[in-house]
């Protein structure tokens, strides 16, 4: 039943949340097919692309936990989470699971970029193999973390409706400050620690006249990172702080604009790597207004033409010899 008495500002906050699903879902999906295009199927000399590829389907997941909840409970009176008990508890490790694993993926790929500029040579955390394997630990930490709530997480109250805590599992309201620490506090700090050498290792690549350039092809996809870094901590930290600490004093209101803040952050991908990223921006463009194949099909043409004459002018430098 939908709610007859609905502000104008819990309106926009439910609307926003929806927006932010949809804009979203097509952002990172377009950011994912792009960085699986031709141009950067080459993970051997970029290894980073297996990251940006991970964290682009995270940051899909991360848009269908609490945000699209803030839409469904301001504007049909309930939330996904509490319909069932197996919905609560698989919903309650989802939504701390995908934040959770998001941040680690960008803390891995700061590490990435900070190696890929101060060393000459590949390190073992370079290589493709290991970069996935790294990926997939990341995935099984995560897991095992946040795994508790799909055995002991929700419960059922006394009138029968459904709570995500439970009366045997006393560890849910306080884990809202354990997910600031591993989502927010811990990444935030190790990210500002790997770009500040990639700032470094930028500056000095500036400065240098003679530079590798395995290192220069390094610089467009860092400087791009720096930026996510400190967009991480503007727009991710007030939400989370606020739900730790303040969900039972501030309004609903306030607490959705937060949370859109920091889902705002994981749509971001996409209009980050068009402007800051020229490959990206370059190969976006191309599937975006369907110029690929017209690129790749004129010169094959302009080649078999040039096989084609040559072909002629030989059989007739034959004829003349004859």
Request: charged letters at 10%.
């Amino acid at each position: 039943m939908v709610h007859s008495a609905i502000s104008n500002q819990q309106w926009m906050a439910a609307h926003a949340s929806l927006t932010l699903t949809i804009v979203g879902t097509v952002f990172n999906l377009l950011t994912f097919i792009i960085l699986c295009q031709s141009t950067f199927r080459n993970t051997k000399t970029r290894s980073t692309l297996h990251y940006m590829r991970a964290i682009a389907t995270f940051d899909i997941l991360m848009l269908y936990g609490w945000n699209l909840d803030h839409y469904v409970s301001t504007r049909y009176g309930f939330e996904i989470q509490t319909l069932t008990i197996p919905l609560c508890r698989f919903f309650s490790y989802f939504n701390y699971f995908n934040a959770q694993t998001s941040a680690w993926l960008r803390v891995f790929i700061c590490w990435d970029r900070y190696l890929s500029l101060s060393r000459l040579h590949k390190t073992w955390f370079s290589h493709s193999k290991n970069v996935l394997t790294i990926i997939a630990c990341v995935i099984a930490c995560c897991t095992i973390i946040n795994g508790q709530f799909l055995i002991f997480g929700c419960s059922f109250n006394t009138d029968g409706s459904i709570t995500v805590e439970s009366a045997t599992f006393q560890i849910y309201p306080t884990w809202d400050y354990l997910n600031l620490a591993l989502y927010n506090c811990a990444p935030f700090i190790l990210m500002v620690i790997f770009n500040s050498g990639v700032i470094y290792h930028l500056i000095r690549l500036r400065r240098t006249s003679t530079v590798q350039n395995s290192r220069i092809q390094h610089r467009p996809i860092s400087i791009t990172l720096v930026i996510t870094t400190f967009l991480f901590l503007i727009m991710t930290i007030p939400g989370t702080v606020g739900y730790a600490f303040f969900s039972n004093t501030a309004s609903d209101t306030i607490l959705y604009f937060l949370d859109g803040l920091l889902y705002s952050y994981h749509t971001l991908s996409f209009p980050l790597y068009i402007i800051t990223f020229d490959e990206f921006r370059r190969e976006g463009f191309e599937i975006i207004t369907c110029n690929r194949n017209n690129r790749r099909v004129v010169p094959q043409t302009q080649t078999q033409t040039g096989v084609a004459l040559q072909t002629i002018n030989s059989t007739k430098v034959i004829t003349i010899a004859r």
